[in-house]
């Protein structure tokens, strides 16, 4: 049993495709969000929680901050925004180039609004010159000397994040343990299925067509046997996207459901019968109605 006596709330923030469910994942020590190299992937707050001495750290994994378009993305920009209230500390998450752009200037606003620490991780530092990170902190530095640390680290390969540990507990506060021992997510094992297979869509489809695609879990039931049905609807915006993700007689949809089913039996350690359709549910992405029915909801 573990003997957590302090708390930290960390909201981990910034651009698309920066490595922030990445990181989430690194430090939580398991596959707690999905993963592209494609922008947009997280769209709803994720909590990884992470256990470590006597202190609970909870990771709040939000959207990337981008410009909105649709419904969708009204959506996931308040997300981010709503995120940044309440929390003991924000790490911003960058790429190591020696520019601010304006995803970060609004972030680095909010903090500032919001008058939280925030740590400017500069992710990714594998991909680099050890020399390069010099003009990256100046950069940073110069855009706004308030940063508690700036620390280079790299979700991929575990480098700096021992150091990001030891920085995070200084904001950990006194109180009780919020998930219990072994719970590493805030989400129910029926999203996490709609949330894997969603992340084959954007694995397996080229362009804009999997940031039209949504997935509903419409059937999670355990035989006695421990099998675990999955029945799934993947919704897309046009007729012509559907024959897409559907494929030449199947092929696509098949491929996109195998992958599927191998992360899910991985993630509930049993085996899984997945059954998958596709319908089409044109301009969801433009209908607030639409967003909030296929489980985006505000808090």
């Excluded at 470590?52 to 925004?81: C, E, F, N, S, W």
């Excluded at 740590?119 to 110069?142: F, G, R, S």
């Excluded at 191998?262 to 899984?272: A, L, N, S, V």
Aim: a negative charge; one cysteine or more.
């Amino acid at each position: 049993m573990s003997n957590i006596q302090n708390v930290a709330m960390v909201t981990v923030c910034g651009r698309p495709n920066v490595g922030k469910s990445s990181l989430t994942n690194a430090l939580v020590g398991e596959k707690v969000a999905i993963v592209t190299n494609k922008a947009q992937t997280t769209r709803n707050r994720i909590y990884g929680v992470v256990n470590r001495g006597d202190t609970q750290y909870i990771l709040l994994d939000t959207p990337g901050l981008h410009k909105p378009r649709t419904a969708l993305g009204d959506y996931m920009v308040k997300v981010v925004t709503s995120s940044l209230s309440d929390v003991d500390c924000a790490l911003l998450i960058v790429e190591p180039i020696p520019h601010v752009g304006a995803p970060e200037k609004a972030l680095i606003q909010r903090v500032q609004e919001e008058k939280i620490p925030c740590i400017l991780c500069i992710n990714k530092i594998d991909t680099v010159e050890p020399a390069q990170l010099l003009p990256v902190m100046a950069a940073y530095h110069e855009a706004w000397d308030g940063f508690e640390a700036i620390l280079p680290i790299s979700a991929h390969s575990g480098a700096g994040l021992e150091e990001l540990m030891e920085e995070l507990h200084k904001y950990a506060q006194e109180g009780p343990q919020l998930f219990p021992d072994g719970q590493t997510s805030d989400q129910p094992e029926r999203q996490v299925m709609g949330e894997i297979l969603r992340e084959k869509l954007l694995l397996c489809l080229d362009k804009e067509i999997p940031h039209g695609t949504a997935v509903e879990i419409t059937r999670f039931s355990e035989r006695d046997s421990g099998v675990v049905d999955v029945e799934a609807t993947i919704y897309c915006e046009k007729a012509s996207h559907k024959g897409i993700i559907i494929g030449k007689q199947g092929g696509m949809l098949k491929k996109i459901s195998s992958l599927a089913r191998q992360d899910m039996e991985k993630f509930m350690g049993t085996k899984i019968y997945l059954e998958t359709w596709v319908k089409v549910k044109e301009n969801w992405r433009e209908n607030a109605n639409y967003v909030r029915s296929l489980g985006y909801r505000d808090e």
